[in-house]
């Protein structure tokens, strides 16, 4: 038995529920599509809409059987949707804007929410422009959002037996991922920059992507005691420790260490990766607790264990696995908005 199994949905979609309403209908829920933005191409809708079906015959009568909507006020709005609402009482209705409601209008793409919300000023290397995560992380992040939103709005049903409107907004869903950067201001004034391949902490800088025999890992010096003994210890057995085993990892703070210092610990840990495979330096991770992790290729990504299990990849004309929902390419958004 699934989590929403009984639980009926209506999506609105435009882009900024279109992956909420794909979560709830994997949980269970019996999700309808009954708008979308015509501008999607297929594999977008392959990617934001896996679960959902699509019916456009009569929103009044999906309202009214609905336990939530959620509402896409992107760029369009049901004029007759609030009255709609408003006559079923036990009904979850998540309203998502692009900015707060009653803000001025503003362009609501995955490219501006990723500049307002503050991501694409931390995203990059300090000396060149400012980049977008990959896909459209601004949309999946909201969905994400709407899909909790309702979740609790479920539960609270439970315990009164009413429904509820729930407000939020696209920006507000990324600048959430984003908190890190708005913690550090609120505590220190301090805002961040774009820092590429480094992990900047008080007055030094880590590497966090290292090259290793068949690919990359990603790991990084922090003031974790226990973890760089682990490392050091296995680096001991294998012969290429060097000064790093003369370290006392308890009584030093990585953040407050000298960067010329920083640099070369960092060689020595560079060329340890460097002969090993990803394999092997995942191995050791799991089994002594290092906090590193393997990077994966685009083209192992439909062999990995999870994607298998969730059957996100289909067997492709070609006898290979291909991405025929949840991970379908995206194309670029068009620049009408």
């Known amino acids: 038995m699934n989590l929403l ?3 009926k949905v209506v999506v609105l979609g435009d882009r900024l529920t279109d992956f909420g309403g794909s979560i709830l209908a994997r949980l269970g829920a019996d999700v309808v599509l009954f708008s979308n933005n015509t ?6 809708k392959a990617a934001w809409h896996l679960g959902m079906r699509q019916d456009d015959a009569n929103l009044n009568d999906l309202v ?11 760029t369009k709005t049901h004029p007759d949707i609030d009255e709609l609402v408003r006559q079923n009482q036990k009904l979850i209705h998540v309203v998502v804007t692009g900015w707060p409601e009653n803000a001025p209008h503003r362009p609501v793409t995955d490219l501006t929410l990723m500049a307002q919300s503050g991501l694409m000023k931390v995203i990059g290397f300090a000396d060149q422009p400012p980049l977008r995560l990959a896909g459209e992380q601004g949309y999946a992040l909201t969905g994400i959002q709407a899909a909790t939103a309702a979740l609790m709005g479920l539960q609270a049903r439970r315990r009164t037996g009413k429904g509820q409107r729930i407000a939020l907004s696209a920006l507000q869903s990324a600048a959430l991922s984003n908190y890190r950067e708005a913690v550090m201001y609120d505590w220190t004034g301090r805002i961040g920059m774009r820092n590429g391949n480094l992990l900047v902490r008080g007055n030094s800088a880590v590497q966090q992507i290292w090259p290793c025999a068949d690919g990359f890992v990603t790991w990084a010096m922090v003031d974790n005691p226990g973890m760089m003994r682990a490392v050091v210890r296995v680096m001991q057995e294998q012969g290429c420790a060097g000064e790093l085993s003369e370290i006392d990892w ?3 703070l990585v953040a407050d260490t000298d960067q010329a210092l920083i640099n070369r610990w960092q060689s020595i840990f560079a060329d340890f990766f460097a002969g090993k495979t990803r394999a092997q330096l995942e191995k050791w991770s799991l089994e002594f607790g290092w906090g590193l992790s393997p990077i994966v290729k685009l083209p192992e990504v439909p062999e990995s264990p999870q994607m298998q299990a969730r059957e996100v990849f289909t067997m492709g004309e070609t006898g290979r696995l291909v991405p025929d929902r949840l991970f379908a390419v995206h194309e670029p958004e068009g620049r009408s908005q």
Do not use: H, P
């Open 250 to 252: 308890k009584n030093i």
């Open 64 to 74: 009214s059987k609905a336990d939530i909507l959620l509402d896409d006020r992107r």
């Open 39 to 44: 501008s999607l191409t297929e594999s977008q």
């Open 5 to 7: 199994d009984g639980t």
